[in-house]
């Protein structure tokens, strides 16, 4: 089993900025490949960036490029999301998951999430 405990969400302004944290346990050999999701209110979850356990390449989906960041701390079991330029339409609750064998979008391929932290970006 793995657990996933998200954290750093916020209200901020347009232009602001947020760093998220998911800090892993449990069986973290188990977590595979991770990402970050977001659901707005009326929405289907989307993911948002999606990379390989330990590192590697991640993927971005388009509306967050050049935007968004994540990091991992390895000794600290730590996923960061470092969410800059922020806009209204960020505005969702950002989950973190784990557990997938590959890097993907597809949420049936995660079998562990996080509770969510509230990201909330005025104009």
């Known amino acids: 089993q793995v657990q996933l405990v998200e954290s750093g969400g916020g209200s901020v302004q347009a232009g602001g900025s947020l760093r998220l944290s998911c800090v892993v346990s449990?069986?973290?050999?188990?977590?595979?490949?991770m990402a970050w999701f977001r659901q707005a209110p009326g929405k289907e979850r989307e993911g948002v960036v999606t990379v390989e356990a330990g590192g590697g390449r991640p993927y971005y989906d388009d509306s967050v490029k050049g935007r968004f960041t994540i990091s991992q701390d390895n000794a600290k079991n730590t996923v960061f999301l470092q969410m800059n330029n922020l806009k209204p339409e960020d505005t969702a609750m950002y989950y973190c998951?784990?557990?997938?064998?590959?890097?993907?979008?597809?949420?049936?391929?995660?079998?562990?999430w996080g509770q969510g932290t509230q990201v909330t970006v005025s104009s």
């Open positions: 449990g069986d973290t050999y188990s977590r595979n490949a």
């Open positions: 998951a784990a557990g997938a064998l590959l890097p993907t979008f597809a949420t049936a391929e995660y079998n562990y």
